[in-house]
């Protein structure tokens, strides 16, 4: 029987098996990525743009392939697996164009020195734990930073991708770069921990649940190594008073079902002040039933299936739960009938503290509607979250959303009157139990670097 069986969450059909990697052949991954990383640590950062440019490009040759792959085996919109390309495209070109310079050297004036000289020096091989949901953007948003930060890089996918997976490798390698500082280990997690614990490993990274982020940064944390981890959330949507309804509206429905709603950056609760509470849940209740289910590969699709049955499962325990505990369901909850993993739009009313809808993150098409008293119950709301990822603030009055966003909301990203997953140019994480560190902006850049000082003294002492 195969370790791993990739299954088409749209069909319940399996894909393709897969065999874990013995631990020789773990060890001598490690070994050779380590060489690699050796000489790639030589190179310029002139050289290493031109090699990541290289990546880009072999990217694009392969677009409807993997976009194809990616929707099948975990049930993306096709048109959105195109897009979320188009965005590891963006990270190749915004790292070209940025890199080199956020890599710099600093000179500074010193007292008592010649000068001071503030040098980033890569540290060697950083191996990288991501989840499904977006199996190419979460490589490459750890992968192409670090390749220009002069590491090599380790990656264990999540297994349901593990075709994706090894088609990223693939292309990475019909690139201009070597082989050796990019590999994908099939592995499980008692073979991770280890590969965690090797000499020759220097930085980890994970994208994934809270959970998965207490075990790993335990792993770590026992052998002295820096992670990054980007972990869960349930990121609150604010619509204040004085809120266009209109986009609102719109872009809400947008933030929580874009990528069959399995996104952790994805509207999840909705806090909406009391003023225009009745208005704004009647309005997206409409919003949201224009979202139907379909196969994946269809443009007429809005709502592919859920990666695989068992978080389908889940999602559905916690809007029972919820439901349980005093929550209403205004549209969906319900399990449809017939093949594929497929969970409707659905919208929670009456959510509580104490339900699944309020404290967890559910991770799919799901939306918890919380009423507010006025602006400052609105923010404490959002605020009242053991996570802190991202969130929102929709108000036409948009010097007070910076402000309220800037020093009030607890999160580590805020959209001002809109949403996106990610910008290259800006900074991507979170705080509290969404996790520590920054990918993007050019901070993922100097994540994992020897930030090193060098004092030229030049003279004896006094």
């Keep these: 029987?195969?370790?791993?069986?990739?299954?088409?969450?749209?069909?319940?059909?399996?894909?393709?098996?897969?065999?874990?990697?013995?631990?020789?052949?773990?060890?001598?991954?490690?070994?050779e990525s380590h060489e690699a990383f050796l000489q790639w640590r030589e190179t310029s950062a002139e050289e290493r743009a031109e090699v990541i440019k290289s990546i880009g490009d072999s990217l694009m040759q392969h677009e409807e392939e993997l976009a194809k792959l990616m929707t099948q085996e975990r049930g993306k919109l096709y048109e959105q697996s195109l897009q979320e390309i188009a965005l590891c495209k963006g990270i190749c070109d915004y790292t070209v164009a940025n890199g080199i310079t956020a890599l710099a050297d600093d000179e500074r004036e010193v007292e008592g020195m010649k000068k001071g000289l503030v040098s980033y020096q890569p540290i060697g091989i950083i191996y990288g734990i991501q989840p499904w949901n977006f199996p190419a953007y979460q490589v490459f948003r750890y992968t192409i930073a670090n390749l220009m930060a002069g590491n090599s890089i380790l990656l264990k996918h999540a297994s349901n991708v593990t075709g994706s997976g090894l088609l990223v490798e693939k292309i990475i390698h019909e690139s201009k770069l070597p082989k050796a500082l990019f590999r994908t280990l099939l592995i499980d997690h008692d073979q991770s921990e280890k590969v965690i614990g090797h000499e020759k490993v220097r930085g980890v990274t994970l994208t994934g649940s809270d959970t998965a982020g207490v075990i790993v940064g335990q792993q770590a944390a026992k052998v002295i190594k820096k992670t990054v981890l980007e972990l869960g959330s349930n990121d609150a949507f604010i619509v204040l008073e004085d809120a266009d309804i209109d986009l609102a509206v719109v872009t809400c429905a947008h933030a929580r079902l874009y990528n069959n709603g399995e996104t952790c950056v994805a509207a999840k609760r909705f806090v909406v002040v009391d003023s225009i509470y009745d208005e704004f849940r009647d309005r997206l209740v409409k919003e949201f039933a224009k979202y139907e289910l379909g196969d994946p590969m269809l443009e007429t699709s809005k709502i592919g299936p859920m990666a695989r049955e068992d978080l389908r499962t889940k999602l559905h325990e916690q809007v029972e739960e919820s439901v349980k505990k005093g929550a209403t369901i205004r549209l969906g909850g319900e399990i449809p009938a017939g093949k594929g993993a497929y969970y409707p739009a659905t919208i929670l009313e009456d959510v509580k503290p104490g339900q699944p809808a309020y404290e967890d993150e559910l991770f799919g098409p799901v939306a918890s509607l919380i009423r507010a008293k006025d602006q400052d119950d609105a923010l404490r709301l959002a605020n009242d979250s053991r996570y802190g990822l991202g969130g929102a603030i929709f108000s036409k009055d948009e010097d007070k959303a910076i402000r309220l966003a800037r020093d009030y909301f607890d999160t580590g990203m805020v959209y001002i009157n809109g949403y996106g997953l990610a910008n290259p140019a800006m900074p991507f994480g979170g705080v509290k139990d969404s996790g520590h560190g920054r990918e993007h902006g050019g901070f993922g850049i100097k994540e994992f670097v020897n930030v090193k000082g060098i004092h030229v003294i030049g003279a004896k002492p006094a």
């Design 1 to 31: 029987m195969a370790d791993i069986t990739t299954v088409n969450p749209a069909t319940g059909e399996d894909i393709a098996n897969y065999d874990y990697m013995s631990a020789q052949q773990v060890d001598e991954i490690i070994d």
